[in-house]
């Protein structure tokens, strides 16, 4: 990461992109591919292939870069974790609906992409992604009540981007009892989904 950017507010940065500072984009993509991770990570549990979400919050990153309006008088941050969320989700939709070819078939970041590639992918309203945060908020409820105490507290720690050594140590836990609690919820979302 580019540190000479690190002082910098996000706002600034764009506006120093939209100017020629072309690295810009690059920096702001590598300062939020955590924050895609850590979604695909928890959508991954209900549903998603890991690496595919991956690749669709990352589009959705870009996407934020590439339209990002000050003057819409919201935080570059909140932009783009709507824009993450919904490339997310409409991943999602569209591969239980099966009505497109499955989600190999993506844009790929490591290569330079034309405005029409990126006109091609689906775009969702707020409604859809309204409806899309309850049905999740619904799942996660469900998940809920078919987990332990423990496995609960595992869970949200491993969403929250903790491995099984890190749980461990936070719930004072050995990490084996951390690793089968994992398995056992891996065990019981299947058998929910």
């Known amino acids: 990461?580019?540190?000479?950017?690190d002082g910098c507010r996000d706002e600034e940065l764009i506006a120093r992109l939209r100017?020629?500072?072309n690295e810009i984009?690059?920096?702001l993509v590598d300062k939020y591919k955590n924050t895609v991770k850590k979604k695909a990570r928890a959508l991954y549990l209900a549903?998603?292939?890991?690496e595919?979400?991956?690749q669709e919050g990352m589009l959705g990153l870009f996407k934020a870069v590439r339209d990002f309006r000050p003057e819409k008088e919201v935080s570059f941050a909140v932009f783009a974790g709507l824009c993450?969320?919904?490339q997310m989700y409409s991943a999602i939709a569209s591969s239980n609906r099966q009505k497109h070819q499955p989600l190999n078939s993506f844009v790929s970041l490591s290569e330079p992409v034309s405005e029409q590639e990126l006109r091609l992918v689906d775009e969702e309203t707020p409604e859809r992604i309204l409806i899309h945060r309850e049905d999740q908020e619904r799942i996660q409820k469900q998940i809920k009540g078919k987990l332990s105490r423990l496995e609960y507290q595992v869970l949200e720690l491993y969403l929250s981007g903790y491995d099984y050594?890190?749980?461990a140590v936070q719930l004072g836990k050995p990490p084996?009892?951390?690793d089968n609690s994992l398995q056992r919820i891996r065990s019981k979302v299947r058998e929910f989904l």
């Not at 990461?1 to 950017?5: D, R, V």
């Not at 549903?47 to 890991?50: F, N």
């Open 25 to 27: 984009a690059d920096y």
């Open 19 to 21: 100017l020629g500072e």
């Open 47 to 50: 549903g998603g292939d890991h």
């Open 84 to 86: 993450i969320d919904r």
């Open 52 to 54: 595919d979400l991956i």
């Open 1 to 5: 990461m580019n540190k000479k950017y």
């Open 165 to 167: 050594q890190q749980i």
């Open 176 to 178: 084996k009892s951390i």
